[in-house]
């Protein structure tokens, strides 16, 4: 079954697309935890970190590149930027399409709460 992210690339449900090219999505993130919140989708569906096979290689690297045409183009190149990939149940992945998180437009303090 298409995942969320695809029914977005396919532009079968409404979203705000930011960038698109043939391998790679990017569009706001629905409930932005900063002023600037893109997750920056392969358009092919990869459900976890884990499933990245070694062929993937170009298209992660890809990813790379768009995220950071689209922090120059949200403003946030300079002032900076954190990128993000949560996988699998200790870091809260909901949804099982390979996402980049670019989080930014504010100062976003520590990486992680220590406990
Ligand atoms: P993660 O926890 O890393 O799996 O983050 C999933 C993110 O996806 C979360 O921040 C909310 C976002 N999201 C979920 N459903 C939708 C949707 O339908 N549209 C958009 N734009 N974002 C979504």
């Known amino acids: 079954m298409a995942t969320i992210f695809t029914k977005i690339i396919k532009k079968e449900i409404p979203s705000d697309i930011v960038y698109q090219d043939d391998q790679v999505t990017a569009f706001r993130d629905i409930r932005p935890a900063t002023p600037v919140h893109i997750l920056i989708v392969p358009n092919k569906e990869?459900?976890?970190?884990n499933d990245?096979?070694?062929?993937?290689?170009?298209?992660?690297?890809?990813?790379?590149?768009?995220?950071?045409?689209?922090?120059e183009q949200?403003?946030?190149?300079?002032?900076?930027?954190r990128l993000l990939l949560n996988c699998n149940r200790d870091?809260?992945?909901?949804?099982?399409?390979?996402?980049?998180?670019?989080?930014?437009?504010?100062?976003?303090?520590?990486?992680?709460v220590r406990k």
Do not use: W
């Not at 990869?46 to 970190?49: D, G, H, K, M, R």
């Not at 949200?74 to 930027?81: D, I, K, L, Q, T």
């Not at 809260?92 to 992680?112: A, D, K, T, Y």
């Open 46 to 49: 990869i459900p976890t970190v």
């Open 52 to 71: 990245i096979t070694p062929e993937d290689e170009p298209l992660i690297g890809h990813m790379f590149t768009v995220a950071k045409k689209v922090a």
């Open 74 to 81: 949200e403003g946030v190149a300079e002032s900076g930027y």
């Open 91 to 112: 870091a809260n992945q909901e949804v099982f399409h390979l996402h980049m998180h670019l989080f930014g437009g504010r100062q976003l303090g520590p990486m992680i």
